[in-house]
């Protein structure tokens, strides 16, 4: 299967329809697509605990607006499969703008996809899209739910939305959590910290498109965090949400490589880019009452680098319970572990490293990994001395430099003997370096103004941060 071959073999992707259920679980949806001429897909997605009664307290047409674009938010991960040159939107209207938010978000979200699989994303015509159903649009007056909670927090496992759980509890904040296909660790932590509640989604991947995986057409990383933003706001729509404190940080808006001139990133649907896009276009659109003076999507974590973070998480009184069930690693996800090969797991493993001892970093992870030499080229790469920094989700080149001279300063300050991993970095990379000294420090103490931080949540960030140098 190639590029070539398949957009010829199917020149349209159709999002052709959707349905909805009340099942005695929950709100089942289930969106309809098809690639011309043979192949469908029937995703679904179940978000339990919604009743009748809070379903239709919902006006019906902005039931319809919510699940036709939660559709959109899907339409990455199937048309992935074959690149079909047209998408096609049958389910529901989109006006231009919306068409170019869209279109947007599937180049730039896409970003490693077509690096990985060389795909000229910037040819002419390479993507165009078509509407079919006639121009609609919402009624100027909505009856929009009432809010019930401020925030609804989506839980990850890993370090940052623990940290963000965290810092909602110390500050006594009412808050509702949210949890997509539950992993130990997400059910662990959230039993560890203090929701009012625990809203639980679970999607279901069509087997078709894990079949075609299989047979060679093609796939790749999607922007994931825009479903998921989609999918959280929905259920806080749903149940009473005001705001979504997602826990994204300044870190993510570093690309990767350089692809046809564009900046490829990762974690595009995690920047700060899409977090004032995403914000704007559901008030633009209607999807939440555009009276809302709130920010309907922001990003707890946003002005922070991962190793503030790393620093801040550990300052939680809980942290003693939360280090034995929080999970960062992506491999390791199925079977609630660290894989202790991969660069995310080197990434976070530098980020606690400098302020924990030896033996607690040891007991989180499982093992040191600067004791293994084999971890070079991750160290490499997460260092900018590779042509692409790490497709994951990693801190920048500068952070990461960063960490590793705060790992050889502690054993500097203790006398004690680099270990291998650790020489074979100071060796190769920093003892060539300057200044990094201060530009660690410049890390550590750094604050960016590009956030959407409400008044009394930027307070609460910076008072941790107070506390924190207090408490050193």
Known sequence: ???????????????????????????????????EPEIEFHPTVTIEGVTQKQ?????????????????????????????????????????PDQIAWWHNLLMKGMGEYFYIN?????????VSWSVTTPESSLPTTLAYPSTTSDYLIPV?????????????????????????????????????SHPQRAIIARRI??????????????????????????????????????SIAISNERSSNEGNVLFHQHTINHQYSKTYEFEQGFDQYLKKNQLISPQQTAPAYFSLLRPLYELQISQLFMNCPQFDQYATSFRSCNKGQKTNSWCGKCSKCLFAFITFYPFLTTE????????????????????????????????????THEESTAAFFLCIEKHQNEGTKLPTLLQLVWDQVLSKQ?????????ILHSWDQNHQLPGRIRELIKNAIKNLKKNN
């Open 205 to 242: 991947i069509d087997p078709q498109l894990l079949e075609l995986n299989k047979k060679g057409y093609l796939n790749g990383h999607t922007p994931f965090s825009a479903y998921l933003g989609f999918l959280s706001r929905f259920a806080g729509f749903i149940f009473g949400n005001q």
């Open 434 to 442: 300057h200044s990094l000294e201060e530009r660690a420090d410049n």
């Open 118 to 126: 060389q795909i000229d994303f910037t040819q002419d015509n390479f």
């Open 360 to 395: 607690k970093i040891t007991q989180i992870f499982g093992q040191n990994l600067f004791e293994n030499a084999d971890l070079l080229d991750e160290a490499l790469a997460l260092l900018g001395k590779t042509e692409t920094k790490p497709f994951d989700c990693v801190g």
């Open 1 to 35: 299967m190639t590029f070539t071959s398949l957009r010829r073999q199917y020149p349209r992707f159709i999002y052709d329809s959707y349905q909805t259920e009340l099942t005695e679980v929950g709100l089942k949806i289930t969106h309809h697509f098809i690639v």
């Open 156 to 192: 990850g496992g890993g370090k940052d939305s623990t940290l963000t759980l965290c810092l909602f509890d110390q500050n006594q904040l009412d808050y509702d959590a949210f949890l997509l296909n539950p992993t130990p660790a997400m059910e662990q932590i959230s039993q560890i």
């Open 55 to 95: 379903w239709e307290a919902i006006p019906q047409e902005l039931r319809d607006s919510w699940v036709f674009h939660l559709g959109l938010a899907e339409i990455p991960s199937y048309w992935k499969a074959t690149a079909s040159p047209e998408i096609v939107i049958k389910a529901g209207y989109l006006n």
